[in-house]
């Protein structure tokens, strides 16, 4: 079984550019797909980025997805801040010898 | 429109059983895999359980194997989740996920579920 870490905050101001990271920590980040998902105050989850970099239609293209191999992490950055991007932020992948499911432990995003 | 309907949260004793249920429609229900996710209060995601579209597979998150069954029936378009032995750890929101390839791409609202005496 592997983890993914996230950093548990972040804040940046609006028009700016954040970027979060999801580090796994053991096997190949590039083994297995990396999603993001966004998840509002009081609401449910929905898709930002999947299969590491895709945009479900609906996502504006200030939402990108990328990996890195050299730092086995994973990393979703948002370019033109706005404050309706204030919610918790999820990656999530698999583990491929049992299926589980794994979920990075979440960020929030303050966007000030 | 896809959606997803949770249903049968409660309040329920440690040691007590409860069966969520979630309620599918908008799309062909019985070719998608399914999982069930859950959220306690004020903490982060955790995957419960997956079932193929045929239930031909089924997986369990290791906290929860042996104690719930998850289920469905694709004429009723319905998910299901038996919880048997529920702990105080178990109090969380539970939410039915409809999995496109990777992706968790619909959500339900959720239902609550509360183990306490």
């Known amino acids: 079984n592997f983890m993914l870490t996230q950093p548990h905050s972040v804040s940046e101001s609006p028009g700016k550019t954040v970027t979060i990271s999801c580090t796994r920590s053991?096997?190949?980040?590039?083994?297995?797909?990396v999603q993001w998902y966004q998840q509002r105050p009081g609401s449910s989850p929905t898709t930002v980025i999947y299969?590491?970099?895709?945009?479900p239609s609906g996502v504006p293209d200030r939402f990108s997805g990328s990996i890195d191999s050299s730092s086995n992490s994973a990393s979703l950055t948002i370019s033109g801040l706005k404050t309706e991007d204030e919610a918790d932020y999820y990656c999530q992948s698999y583990d491929s010898s049992n299926h589980e499911v794994v979920f990075g432990g979440g960020t929030k995003l303050t966007v000030l | 429109e896809v959606q997803l309907v949770e249903s049968g949260g409660g309040l329920v004793q440690p040691g007590g059983s409860l069966r969520l249920s979630c309620a599918a429609s908008g799309f062909t229900f019985s070719s998608y895999s399914m999982n069930w996710v859950r959220q306690a209060p004020g903490k982060g995601l955790e995957w419960v359980s997956y079932?193929?579209?045929?239930?031909?597979?089924?997986y369990y998150a290791d906290s929860v194997k042996g104690r719930f069954t998850i289920s469905r029936d694709n004429a009723k378009n319905s998910l299901y989740l038996q919880m048997n032995s529920l702990r105080a750890e178990d109090t969380a929101v539970y939410y039915c996920?409809?999995?496109?390839?990777?992706?968790?791409?619909?959500w339900g609202q959720g239902t609550l579920v509360t183990v306490s005496s």
């Open positions: 299969e590491d970099n895709q945009r």
């Open positions: 996920a409809r999995e496109d390839g990777v992706d968790f791409d619909y």
């Open positions: 079932i193929s579209s045929s239930s031909s597979t089924i």
């Open positions: 053991s096997g190949s980040i590039a083994s297995n797909y």
